[in-house]
């Protein structure tokens, strides 16, 4: 039933896909079609944090069910592999009702465990690996078998691997863990013996990184990793208004932990508020995170949902005896944390956000129309169109790109590097493109006399679910893969050319899969502003020929 809920709940916010994600699904489609850990062609980069998460996305979606699909799958079943630890009694192994009534409702009813569950990011894994590593480690504080504890450590090992940050995790969890049953020299002892499985890869995991990509830290963790006031600021604003968005749930989480110190209980709280407090503070201090639902508070909110479980399971016989007042306390909690969650605003932007698959649209377009010419496409969004179109790409915000992750400034970017690089199509903004650039790359870009004359916008139609789509494109003139061909008695323009900046026209793909434009609905004779050394003889004809 809990599956159900939890599959209804995912359902709000369907058909919710997060960018970032399709940046990790195009390192999982281009490892396992044998182009190596790699974003695009030429110098290695590590643009993703998350490389458990793109091997496994990898493989599963190697295996027939797409990769989109593969990452919503192995998401959701992780959400439901942390409802099935909350269940677990942590000494016996058996299952508890309590636990799997109210941690599991707690869980189901939250609504960034739901939204991340089918947001195609490796949230929903991190969950079901630190719940895994919650009852891992408390079974095996209790076991009295010893003789294989390092076993216990395998899912703290596989939380290090799913991000790049997971390593804190690992480190608040081995903390509380040394302190069970109780801090003693032998619980120590099992702790350091607990660790190996993680020490082992994440060194190995490090090694790789320095032979494949020459760097200690992932592009993307470099660029996080530069700490501010300005950062800290919008840090607590996130984090606040993550837990406000979660207020019943911290309130019973609070009230459980008095309740488990006024039972005796010390020891056994540490573990969950330990990665409560670090993380939190750790995500307040990178600057919290601009995409929807609060996915950097997941492990913090799973936590207080075992703290409540466990609670809850340890005080049921006295709950059962005042179950008239308790009981029904507990649901309406639950209906209200709900609530809360699917009201919030941020939660809610989850569902209006349809630009990936909007770009999508734009993406397939460009991969039917060019992907035989294999242009070189700069974007700022390095997820929807690069994922879909399967064009060589240039990331001009730069977790992606070696150069200008290390551009200095308030923002990162560099327009000059960028028209260096000559792309053949140039995106700027979201996903489906913008006339005006937003983002330092694309401002810097536009101000260059060489790209105004080299470069020209055009307008590029699409449908998707009934919906038409448009992007906004610019495209290189002269010398690309897709701009005027000139020989000595002929000047060749590209329909496409006549769409968008200078007239009202679209283009589209036509039956033969040619990208070309529908001048039929003009409202100004369409023209192209031409290379000004692309001058026709005195004496030429101008016709229009044949597409396919």
């Known amino acids: 039933m809990l599956a159900g809920l939890l599959a209804l709940h995912a359902w709000h916010y369907w058909p919710f896909l997060s960018d970032e994600a399709l940046v990790s699904l195009r390192y999982a489609r281009r490892f396992t079609s044998g182009q190596g850990l790699t974003w695009t062609d030429g110098e290695r980069v590590e643009g993703y944090a998350n490389f458990l998460w793109v091997v496994l996305t990898g493989v599963v979606g190697k295996l027939g069910l797409g990769f989109v699909l593969a990452a919503r799958v192995l998401g959701f079943a992780s959400v439901l592999l942390a409802i099935a630890c909350v269940s677990i009694e942590p000494r016996s192994r058996a299952w508890s009702l309590p636990r799997l009534v109210v941690g599991g409702a707690f869980i189901v009813s939250t609504a960034p465990f739901a939204i991340w569950s089918i947001g195609g990011l490796e949230q929903g894994l991190l969950v079901g690996l630190l719940a895994l590593s919650f009852r891992a480690l408390e079974h095996a504080a209790h076991a009295t078998d010893q003789t294989r504890v390092w076993r ?5 090992a596989m939380l290090a691997l799913v991000r790049a940050d997971g390593a804190l995790l ?14 003693s020299v032998a619980s120590a002892r099992r702790t350091a013996i607990i660790a190996i499985p993680s020490v082992v890869a994440t060194l190995a995991h490090l090694g790789f990184r320095l032979s494949y990509y020459g760097e200690f830290l992932p592009n993307s963790a470099r660029i996080e990793l530069a700490f501010t006031t300005e950062r800290l600021t919008t840090g607590l604003e996130y984090v606040g208004g993550g837990y406000a968005s979660a207020s019943m749930l911290v309130l019973v989480a609070i009230i459980a932990t008095v309740f488990a110190l006024r039972r005796g209980e010390r020891f ?13 503070g750790y995500v307040a201090l990178v600057g919290g995170d601009a995409l929807p ?15 409540v479980a466990d609670e809850v399971a ?7 005896r005042e179950r008239v007042l308790v009981l029904p306390v507990l649901g309406l909690c639950i209906v209200l944390h709900a609530t809360q969650g699917t009201e919030t605003a941020e939660n809610r932007r989850a569902q209006g956000e349809l630009l990936e698959w909007d770009g999508g649209a734009i993406g397939r377009t460009l991969k039917t129309a060019f992907g035989s010419k294999r242009p070189l496409l700069a974007v700022d969004r390095a997820g929807a169109l690069p994922f879909w179109a399967e064009l060589p790409s240039l990331d001009m915000l730069g977790p992606n790109d070696r150069h200008i992750a290390r551009t200095l400034g308030h923002e990162l970017g560099d327009g000059n590097y960028v028209l260096r690089r000559a792309p053949d199509l140039v995106v700027f903004n979201d996903a489906v493109g913008g006339a005006t650039p937003i983002f330092r790359s694309g401002r810097e870009l536009v101000q260059l006399k060489e790209f105004q004359k080299s470069y020209q916008w055009i307008s590029v139609g699409s449908t998707v679910e009934g919906r038409r789509v448009v992007g906004e494109i610019w495209v290189r003139r002269e010398g690309g893969k897709l701009g005027v061909v000139r020989t000595d008695d002929r000047v060749v323009v590209p329909g496409y050319f006549f769409s968008g900046q200078a007239s009202n026209a679209r283009s589209s793909l036509d039956d033969a899969g040619v990208l070309v434009a529908d001048l039929a609905a003009r409202r100004r004779s369409p023209h192209i502003r031409l290379h000004e050394s692309a001058v026709l003889p005195r004496r030429r004809r101008v016709g229009v020929l044949p597409v396919g």
């Open 268 to 280: 056994g709280l540490l573990m969950p508020w330990l990665v409560v407090v670090s993380w939190t």
């Open 314 to 320: 340890a005080d049921w016989d006295r709950i059962v």
């Open 293 to 307: 639902g609060f996915r950097q508070l997941v492990a913090p909110l799973l936590a207080l949902c075992f703290l």
């Open 152 to 156: 216990w450590g395998l899912p703290l």
């Open 170 to 183: 690992v480190a608040a969890l081995l903390a509380g863990s040394a302190c069970l049953p109780t801090p």
